[in-house]
């Protein structure tokens, strides 16, 4: 079975630092994907990042970057530069590249940024 | 439409009535999930359609619930003789296919039985 842990349930950042999430998962699959999703309270789950399980480059996307590291099955997002608009639940999700799983969450982090 | 749709945005029932719950995916995309989220936990799957077809339906908690997705397109999740404990956020989600394509997931029905 597949499983992500999330053991951070709440974090706040001041504004304008950065901030590290942690997410671990289990899976016994070599190729896969890793996401990070931000669910704001509109609800809406907004795909913040992936990464590819076979790639070595840590993916990067603006002010959000992760640390992957696959022997460790870990799978952190760092938020540089926080904005007030990154306050959110912020969800790591797992799939699995082959077959037909669907995604598997972490329960979440609830990521407050602090004026 | 450009997104995940679900209707109605918010459902308030009686215990033991029936509800439905729809959701309109992303033209084309032939995988669909839904998921149920209870307060300050993660979405917790429930069925997965590839097609028309339930392709897993391992995560609905009992026989209660049902879904259908006779087109290939629109999904309705069924829920009869609902119970307080069925309150959450049922939340849609399609992909292009069931391979690593981005899951896109609509804004969800907070369902509230009282």
């Known amino acids: 079975a597949q499983t992500v842990t999330q053991s951070q349930p709440e974090m706040s950042v001041q504004e304008a630092e950065t901030v590290t999430l942690s997410c671990t998962y289990d899976t016994s699959e070599n190729n896969y994907y890793l996401f990070w999703y931000k669910q704001p309270p509109s609800r809406q789950m907004i795909l913040v990042i992936r990464?590819?399980?076979?790639?070595?480059q840590n993916a990067t996307e603006n002010r959000f970057s992760v640390n992957f590291q696959k022997a460790a099955k870990s799978f952190s997002l760092k938020i540089s530069d926080s904005q007030l608009g990154d306050t959110a639940m912020y969800f790591c999700?797992?799939?699995?590249?082959?077959?037909?799983?669907?995604?598997?969450f972490g329960k979440g982090t609830r990521l407050s940024v602090i004026a | 439409g450009a997104g995940v749709s679900q209707t109605p945005s918010n459902k308030v029932t009686e215990k033991g009535k029936y509800v439905e719950l729809r959701c309109d995916p992303i033209?084309?995309?032939?995988?669909l999930y839904w998921y149920r989220q209870s307060l300050g936990q993660g979405p917790e799957f429930l069925i997965y359609?590839?097609?028309?077809?339930?392709?897993?339906d391992s995560g609905l908690p009992n026989d209660r619930f049902f879904a259908v997705r006779p087109e290939g397109s629109v999904s309705t999740l069924k829920i009869q003789r609902t119970e307080r404990g069925d309150s959450a956020v049922y939340l849609c989600?399609?992909?292009?296919?069931?391979?690593?394509?981005?899951?896109?997931f609509g804004q969800g029905t907070r369902l509230t039985v009282v």
């Open positions: 033209s084309g995309h032939t995988a």
């Open positions: 359609f590839q097609g028309t077809g339930a392709a897993d």
């Open positions: 989600a399609s992909r292009l296919t069931a391979a690593n394509t981005e899951a896109f």
């Open positions: 999700a797992f799939p699995s590249l082959t077959g037909n799983t669907p995604l598997v």
């Open positions: 990464q590819e399980a076979y790639k070595q």
